[in-house]
Every structure is written in C-alpha cells, then in structure tokens.
C-alpha cells in the first residue's frame, strides 16, 4: 500500500488496489491521456499517449500481436493513442482486470499553440477524437473526459475507487 | 545521424545565432547576458522533455514559428520567476503583484521573444545565406512537459525523432532562461549544406 506510480510521456502502467495506491502523470498538453478501470476487482490503468496513430505503420499487423511483443519497459508502447489504448486492455487482462467492466476517462487533448495548431483543431483534438472513437470501437464505454481548452494538465488516478482528480498549473 | 564534425558546424552555427540574441538582450535589459555552449538533443520525440528539465516545473514560453528555406521553431523558456523580473525591468517595475504575468507584461515579454529570434536569425542567415521568416510571436505559462510535448508532437516527423538545440541564457542576478531552436531533419540537412559551401568557398 502507499505505492504510487509515475507514468511518463509515451508510457503507460497498470495496478491493482492492494498494490498500488495511485498512478499518476503531469505535464499533459496536446496529449490524451487514458484511464481504465475494472470497478470489480479494483484494477486500473493509466497510459500517457502523444499522437492520434502510427500512419507510418504502412501494413497494420495484428494489433494484439504487436501489442504483446513489445514488453512494458519499451516507451513506445504509449506513444498513439489507438495501440496504448489495446496496451492497456491486455495489461489489464494480465493482472486479472476484465475487458467487458472497463470503464474510461480520458484527460488532455489541450491546444497549446494556436500558431502551431493553426486554425484547424491540431493534434490535441485529433487526439481526443482518436481516444473516443478507439473507445466506442471496443466497446468501452467513456464515462467522464476533461479534454480541449488551451491549459496542461496534471492526472491522478486512485486505484481504490476509479477516481481520477485533474490539476492544473495555471 | 550526424558525425561529430556536423555536430560542431551546428553548434558553430547555433552559437553565432545564440551569442547576438544574447547581445540584443543585454542591450535591451542592461545587463550582460550569458550564453554556454550549444547542446544538441537528437532523439525520439518522447524522450526529449526528460531530458530538458522537470516536466511539472511552470514556464512562460515565447514561441515563433520560422518559415522560409529551412523551417523551423525558435522558442524561450523562462522560468516564471524570471518572467517576471524580465517583464519588471522593461516596464519599469509598473507592477504590483510579483510573479503574476499580466497583459502588459507578456506583450512586453514578446516583444523580448521577437527581438531575441530577429537577431539570432539574422545571423544565422547571414553566416548560412539561407533566408528565415519569422511569425508573430505566441506567449503561454505552463507546466513546461505539457508545453514541450505540445511542440515536439506538432512539428516532430512521424518517424518520432527531432532535432532540438539548446542554449542556457542566465543574466547575474539569477534570472535564467533557455533558447531552443528546433528543425526537422531536412531543413538541418539544408543548413549543414550552406556551410559546407561557405567552408569551401
């Protein structure tokens, strides 16, 4: 117990209440962050993503495959949204969490620049957009979101009751 | 991706670039300003932050896009407290409330971003004889990851690596600050280019 987790740009982690009392992340602009939790067995996970997908991935190989192939460690395992949002679901499925009591929030998505982003909504909003359709493709439903708008964010996630509390700096 | 000789032209030129910001600012502040030596960052885009400071640390950054030949991102980060005192000593200490930007203080602070990227790029184009344009300057306080990774994900290729060179900037009574001049790979290529043939010539 006391254990807390903190989850980098591009990473991801999972726990289990009796194990791990939070995960958490800062700095969140134009990323999403995702969280998933099994209410019932008390299991979560929270991944840091900073792009919508891989485009570059030219011939897409079975995403569950890849996904178990690259172990926890490797930092990419978080880096699009799509492949760190399957990430989560095995992770989760490997400590005992299951698929069909996940519930998400997502957190981020934020426009920092607008002389970057232009006037188009820019990789945050593409970001977000990205996190609720691969949601709705699961089958997982989006139980809350705190995304857009032009400030970082900061992300909590407790592992004793799903509860997530955003902070920002400003 | 680079052999080492590249590096040091690089820094060769970022330095010229970084050593006339530095000038314009000490005039513009009178005081004097100091610069280190260039650090390049080559590495995945994700990796970057860590490797620049504290992700949850609040700065104020002044942003300028560069079009032209070699496009590129020209960016300050301050820390708030030095925001501030900057802001302090341009508007002559018209504030009241220390360490809160208000709006005269961040147009006075991109105007400190403007002169700093005219300047720096002008003699990177004068030493390169590529052409630089720059935008209007974007100013926002954050929490420097999200404002980082906002950048690096923006303009950073898809194949996720990016080309970032730093230069600290510290002025003597504890104000600090970084310059980051950021490229993508082509436009670093182009510059490597220019001053082979200026080497040559």
Redesign the interface.
């Known amino acids: 117990m006391g254990n807390k987790i903190i989850v980098?740009?591009?990473?991801m982690a999972v726990g289990q209440a009796d194990e791990v009392e939070t995960i958490e992340t800062?700095?969140?602009?134009?990323?999403v962050v995702i969280v998933l939790y099994d209410d019932e067995t008390k299991i979560g996970g929270l991944a840091h993503a900073?792009?919508p997908t891989?485009?570059?991935e030219a011939v897409k190989k079975d995403v569950v495959e890849t996904a178990r192939a690259s172990i926890q460690t490797d930092?990419?395992v978080a880096?699009y949204v799509d492949r760190s949002i399957d990430n989560l679901i095995i992770e989760i499925g490997k400590i005992g969490g299951k698929k069909e009591n996940l519930k998400a929030k997502i957190i981020g998505g934020?426009r920092?620049?607008?002389?970057?982003?232009g006037d188009k909504f820019?990789?945050?909003f593409q970001n977000s957009e990205m996190a609720k359709k691969h949601l709705a493709e699961l089958g997982i439903p989006l139980e809350s979101e705190d995304v857009g708008g032009?400030?970082?964010?900061?992300a909590k996630l407790q592992l004793s009751n799903g509860l997530v509390s955003v902070s920002t700096?400003? | 991706m680079f052999a080492d000789y590249e590096r040091d032209q690089l820094k060769e030129i970022i330095n010229v670039g970084a050593g006339n910001a530095a000038n314009a600012l000490a005039k513009l502040i009178g005081q004097s300003v100091k610069t280190t030596v260039p650090t390049i960052h080559l590495d995945r885009i994700e990796r970057l932050t860590a490797q620049i400071g504290d992700p949850v640390e609040v700065v104020t950054a002044i942003l300028m896009k560069i079009n032209g030949e070699a496009p590129g991102i020209f960016f300050l980060l301050i820390p708030t407290e030095s925001a501030a005192k900057i802001a302090d000593i341009l508007t002559s200490n018209h504030k009241k409330e220390l360490n809160v930007l208000d709006s005269f203080d961040r147009s006075a602070l991109q105007e400190v971003g403007n002169i700093l990227a005219g300047s720096s790029l002008g003699a990177l184009s004068k030493f390169s004889g590529l052409s630089f344009i720059q935008s209007v300057p974007e100013i926002v306080t954050d929490s420097m990851g999200a404002i980082l990774n906002s950048i690096l994900v923006e303009v950073g290729d898809e194949a996720g690596a990016a080309l970032l060179i730093t230069v600290n900037i510290s002025v003597g009574n504890g104000l600090r600050g970084d310059l980051f001049f950021f490229f993508d790979t082509a436009a670093t290529g182009k510059m490597l280019n220019a001053v082979e043939q200026k080497l040559k010539s």
Do not use: P, Y
């Not at chain 1, 980098?8 to 990473?11: A, D, K, L, Q, T």
């Open positions: 980098n740009m591009g990473e800062g700095g969140i602009g134009s990323c900073m792009l891989n485009k570059s930092t990419t880096k934020a920092m620049f607008r002389l970057l982003s820019g990789i945050g032009t400030v970082g964010r900061n700096m400003m």
